[in-house]
Every structure is written in C-alpha cells, then in structure tokens.
C-alpha cells in the first residue's frame, strides 16, 4: 500500500509542475503580444506627431486648399506608419457637405497595403460648414503586410459640396515605399 501512495503523490506533484509551467508560458506570451501591440501604436504615434509638427510649422502660410505630409511614406514591411492632411478653406466661399477620402490602389491592395484613416475608414465629413480661414487635420494610417515590397500609391483627395468646381487641387498621391 505504500507504493501506491507514493505513486499517487508524484503525479500529484507532476501536475502541480505542469500546470505552473503552462501558466508560466501563458503569461509571458500575453506580455510578448502586448509589447507588440503597443510597439506599432507607438510607431503610428510618432509618424503622425511628425506630420503634424511639420503642418504646423507651416502656419498661415499654407495656400492649398489639401496639403499632404509627408508625400512619400517610407515604411518598413509589416508595419505601421502614416501621414497627414491638412485643409484649409482658403476661398472666400463656404463649403458644406465636403467628403475627405482615401483609397488604396489595387496593387498595393493586392500587396497587403492599406491606407485608411486612424479609425479604419475610408471616407470622413468635414466640419460643416467650412468657413474661409477653416483648417481640419486628418491623420491617415498605412499599414503593409510581410509580403508588401515595393512602391505603391494611395490617394487622398475631397469632394462633394462644390468644392470640386475650384480651381485648386483637391487630390493629392501619396507613394508609400515598403522595404
């Protein structure tokens, strides 16, 4: 009768061991995804600080109605980067109803790239009515996949509300270059 208790006991111990082990394992695989996860958001957060930094220092000396920073995202592939658009009303009429969009070519679509704004849209409404003078900043995120190398395109443009009878651009091509 001894023997079987002993045996009993050591499994009892085996268990013990395995599970701590499988919570071990558990747990530092939950801190290694999280360190990712905040990672790429860090990554995003500084691309668009950059970009709005620059915008900034631009001021009132902005006279396009859609200006684009950077124009060339250089990204490494897998990752998440971005840039910026700013719109100014700089006409003397007001325009409501104006759609800002961003669209990702079907290459670069078929190369895991995506281009989309920082809440996985594709399509926002600008402040309405916007007023001579107005600005609005958009922050537009890329993202690639592993197998996204090369160079690709996105386009960010406006429309709707008259805006598209001005004589400025409201289109704007950005080159995203993944390596």
Not at 106 to 116: L, P, R
């Amino acid at each position: 009768m001894i023997k079987g208790k002993k045996g009993a006991l050591e499994l009892s111990i085996n268990t013990i061991i395995i599970i701590v082990i499988g919570v071990t394992l558990l747990t530092l695989g939950l801190v290694f995804v999280q360190n990712i996860f905040t990672q790429t958001s860090d990554l995003s957060a500084k691309a668009f600080e950059d970009a709005n930094r620059a915008l900034a220092a631009l001021g009132d000396n902005v006279n396009e109605i859609l200006t684009v920073y950077p124009e060339t995202v250089r990204i490494k592939a897998g990752d998440i980067s971005g840039f910026s658009a700013l719109i100014k009303n700089i006409d003397e009429n007001s325009y409501s109803g104006v759609i800002a969009k961003v669209v990702t070519s079907e290459i670069a679509s078929s190369k895991g790239v995506k281009c989309e704004f920082q809440d996985g849209s594709i399509s926002k409404n600008l402040r309405s009515p916007l007023i001579p003078g107005a600005k609005e900043i958009f922050n537009v995120r890329v993202r690639t996949s592993k197998s996204s190398i090369g160079a690709f395109g996105c386009e960010f443009s406006l429309s709707g509300g008259g805006i598209e009878q001005t004589t400025n651009l409201i289109r704007r091509d950005i080159e995203i270059i993944a390596s």
